[in-house]
């Protein structure tokens, strides 16, 4: 199993320019989410899906959207990225009832905004 | 507001010492996880302790639970230098949900 994987490692942006960052995960979760970690600072939940074809905000959902239409994937989209959104972006999964507690991350994306 | 909260923000010990940090949180929970992240990874998950636990154990991970002082602590016995990472711990943000929030973590490093 790969568990949970992220494209693309890497990215570079203009400001204005958009992207669509994608989360794949094989072990049939229920519950996505994203989050973005800023140096110095813990996670900050953006938005997360609790099924395919839902999705809810988080806590700083501002300027992000997603979309779950198969129960795999998870993309987190940037319309007009702005320089505040350079951070690192994590995906992670988990299952439902109580496992749903334990989250299973991937490795991340490193988004720069210039 | 966080609901998870590290101390100390780092720690830097040598091989072989034993590490410890703590977490404070701010509202009832049912539990409470302790995650790893190296360097330019992800999150990994250590350990989850409930809110009827007072004490848990993996390998050389003890994780305590106070829930009247609203604290965790997380001990690695014996450290060695793979084990410099930052450690976070998360707390869920209802008392019955799967949304997480985390700590600023705390940076250790094990010097050989």
């Known amino acids: 199993n790969a568990g949970v994987t992220q494209t693309p490692k890497f990215r570079v942006l203009k400001t204005g320019q958009s992207m669509t960052l994608l989360c794949a995960q094989d072990m049939n979760h229920e519950y996505m989410y994203w989050y973005r970690q800023d140096p110095g600072m813990g996670l900050r939940l953006i938005h997360y899906s609790v099924g395919e074809g839902t999705t809810a905000k988080g806590e700083v959902p501002d300027g992000y959207n997603v979309s779950r239409l198969k129960k795999q994937n998870f993309l987190l989209g940037l319309e007009s990225a702005a320089p505040s959104q350079t951070s690192v972006y994590f995906c992670?999964?988990?299952?439902?009832?109580?496992?749903?507690?334990?989250?299973?991350f991937g490795p991340g994306t490193r988004l720069l905004v210039l | 507001s966080q609901q998870g909260e590290e101390d100390p923000q780092a720690l830097s010990i040598q091989e072989g010492e034993n590490a410890t940090m703590n977490c404070s949180y701010k509202t009832s929970i049912n539990n409470l996880q302790w995650y790893r992240q190296n360097s330019g990874r992800g999150l990994v998950h250590l350990i989850l302790i409930r809110s009827n636990e007072r004490e848990k154990h993996s390998g050389r991970l003890r994780v305590t639970l106070d829930t009247s002082k609203k604290s965790s602590s997380l001990l690695i016995t014996a450290s060695r230098a793979a084990d410099t990472a930052s450690y976070f711990c998360?707390?869920?943000?209802?008392?019955?949900?799967?949304?997480?929030?985390f700590g600023e973590g705390t940076q250790l490093t094990v010097n050989p």
């Open positions: 992670a999964s988990s299952y439902t009832g109580t496992s749903r507690e334990t989250q299973y």
């Open positions: 998360a707390a869920p943000k209802e008392t019955s949900g799967s949304r997480l929030t």
